[in-house]
């Protein structure tokens, strides 16, 4: 056994301290030790446990008002801006085609094709006979004027028949 030199004062109170909870005093000196060491304490300069304990609700109250902060700051607007997506992307999928609804136009579209491609040989054949009836028309009305140029010019000298074959190009339309 080994003896510690401490102030008359100091161990006044350590044996106070070892009566109330009925420690030895090396029990207590071993056991403090053992706390230090356990905690990683420096007993001359730590602090009381009040002390620690207010740093401790110092720095949790830093922590909480950091995520305040934060919730504030960015969470409330992308919460906001997440709605705003919701309800807009909602009310564009009203707008939205099904795809009944696109199976239903293309039906109505191959319909469609299906009338074009029964009416095209009847257009063409339409076209044709417009054709032929200008190509008619256009060679009466060269007669018709040649037949009046003669009248008129009854002896070819103003050049008029002439004239009416260059423009309707030896028979052809104007």
Same mark, same amino acid.
């Given at each position: 056994?080994?003896?510690?030199?401490?102030?008359?004062?100091?161990?006044?109170?350590?044996?106070?301290?070892?009566?109330?909870?009925?420690?030895?005093?090396?029990?207590?000196?071993?056991?403090?030790?053992?706390?230090?060491?356990?905690?990683?304490?420096?007993?001359?300069?730590?602090?009381?446990?009040?002390?620690?304990?207010?740093? *401790?609700?110092?720095?949790?109250?830093?922590?909480?008002?950091?995520?305040?902060?934060?919730?504030?700051?960015?969470?409330?607007?992308?919460?906001?801006?997440?709605?705003?997506?919701?309800?807009?992307?909602?009310?564009?999928?009203?707008?939205?085609?099904?795809?009944?609804?696109?199976?239903?136009?293309?039906?109505?579209?191959?319909?469609?094709?299906?009338?074009?491609?029964? *009416?095209?040989?009847?257009?063409?054949?339409?076209?044709?006979?417009?054709?032929?009836?200008?190509?008619?028309?256009?060679?009466?009305?060269?007669?018709?004027?040649?037949?009046?140029?003669? *009248?008129?010019?009854?002896?070819?000298?103003?050049?008029?028949?002439?004239?009416?074959?260059?423009?309707?190009?030896?028979?052809?339309?104007?």
């Amino acid at each position: 056994m080994k003896t510690v030199g401490i102030p008359e004062a100091v161990h006044a109170r350590l044996k106070r301290y070892c009566a109330r909870h009925g420690l030895g005093l090396g029990e207590c000196i071993a056991a403090s030790l053992n706390y230090f060491e356990r905690h990683g304490l420096n007993p001359q300069t730590h602090e009381s446990p009040a002390a620690e304990m207010n740093r *401790l609700i110092k720095r949790v109250d830093q922590v909480i008002a950091f995520i305040r902060k934060q919730e504030s700051d960015l969470l409330r607007p992308m919460t906001e801006a997440v709605s705003l997506s919701e309800a807009r992307i909602e009310r564009s999928l009203d707008t939205v085609a099904t795809a009944q609804q696109l199976q239903l136009l293309e039906e109505h579209l191959a319909s469609l094709v299906r009338q074009l491609n029964t *009416l095209l040989p009847a257009a063409a054949a339409a076209r044709a006979a417009t054709e032929r009836l200008l190509e008619a028309h256009a060679r009466r009305e060269l007669e018709a004027l040649q037949l009046l140029g003669r *009248l008129v010019d009854a002896k070819n000298k103003s050049g008029f028949l002439q004239d009416l074959a260059k423009l309707y190009g030896e028979g052809g339309q104007p």
